[in-house]
């Protein structure tokens, strides 16, 4: 399964252009047997190409192609199958077709990782998930059992688009950590926020990125939250200190679009304690961090300092 072909890591271990990343990630696909099977992406330009280098039979997933589109058509027509997000019967699904025969498996409001609907992320994540299923041999009723039974919690699946609602603010905890994923968890943001309550993001990148990927995430954070906290600690991976904090800020001063407050805190541990001082009833709180489970143990044990912040949301 190739998900996606996105720039992280970029500039490590002779690694400079998407390009050449793209040709790594092929070697998977290059080396699945004949009688095996390839799932990949319809939707990612160098994804889509990686089918010349698959031996076995390709299954396609995809957000917005239809079934008649010329290309997903020659793929049904020549026996191939498809996992497509379709509207059904007023109902947003995920449908697996062979050939021009479409099957129903599953609303995607009706799978909990998907927050309603609302991460979109998720639900081209679930996609890939039915088309590995299928090649596996899984019946479709279990597949769907599965997808309606897997939360997007800390247990299920720590770190990972975690939302919790043990406060008067509602926190999400996500080790989004590249652009792509910054900008997918972005989307979502609006329909996730309470009421007229803020977002505020704790932000940070690893140290070993270029510097223009440190950039750009201070550049799509200042279009995704109302208030930014910056941190750099634990993850400054020989930069010196403070220095992915000079360029997260740059780059969100630099933000032609977005007008949101900033501020930066080295450590993460302070990060998340400023966060939460701050968050007020109503409010939004994601954190991206890099020790998840200490972060998420701060979370849920955090109290706060005056009984006034535990109005209800």
């Not at 199958?81 to 449908?95: E, F, K, N, T, W």
């Not at 077709?97 to 639900?123: E, K, Q, W």
């Not at 609006?190 to 270029?210: E, F, H, N, Y």
């Not at 000079?246 to 407050?261: C, D, H, I, P, Y």
């Amino acid at each position: 399964v190739v998900l996606n072909v996105s720039e992280d890591h970029l500039g490590l271990k002779g690694v400079d252009t998407l390009e050449e990343l793209a040709a790594i990630k092929a070697v998977v696909v290059s080396s699945v047997a004949k009688k095996g099977t390839t799932v990949l992406n319809f939707d990612d330009r160098l994804t889509r190409r990686m089918a010349r280098k698959a031996r076995s039979k390709v299954i396609w997933f995809s957000l917005t192609a239809k079934p008649d589109d010329p290309a997903m058509a020659a793929h049904l027509e020549a026996g191939g199958l498809a996992v497509l997000r379709a509207a059904i019967g007023g109902r947003d699904q995920i449908m697996l077709y062979r050939g021009r025969d479409g099957l129903p498996i599953i609303a995607t409001a009706n799978i909990p990782a998907t927050a309603g609907g609302a991460a979109s992320f998720n639900i081209a994540n679930a996609l890939a998930a039915v088309a590995a299923g299928t090649a596996l041999g899984v019946n479709v009723d279990i597949i769907a059992r599965a997808l309606g039974a897997f939360a997007s919690s800390f247990a299920d699946n720590p770190g990972r688009f975690n939302i919790i609602d043990d406060h008067p603010f509602r926190v999400i905890l996500d080790y989004a950590h590249n652009p792509a994923s910054l900008l997918a968890l972005g989307e979502s943001l609006p329909q996730l926020k309470l009421a007229s309550g803020r977002i505020i993001g704790m932000v940070s990148i690893p140290g070993d990125r270029r510097d223009s990927d440190i950039l750009e995430i201070g550049r799509i954070a200042a279009g995704a939250f109302d208030h930014i906290i910056f941190r750099e600690g634990p993850d400054g991976r020989g930069r010196p200190r403070g220095d992915v904090l000079r360029l997260l800020e740059t780059g969100a001063r630099n933000a032609s679009s977005g007008s949101a407050s900033f501020e930066s805190v080295l450590e993460e541990r302070d990060a998340v304690d400023h966060c939460l001082s701050i968050a007020r009833p109503g409010d939004l709180l994601v954190l991206f961090p890099t020790r998840v489970d200490d972060v998420y143990r701060q979370v849920r044990d955090y109290k706060p300092a005056s009984a006034d912040h535990h109005v209800s949301a």
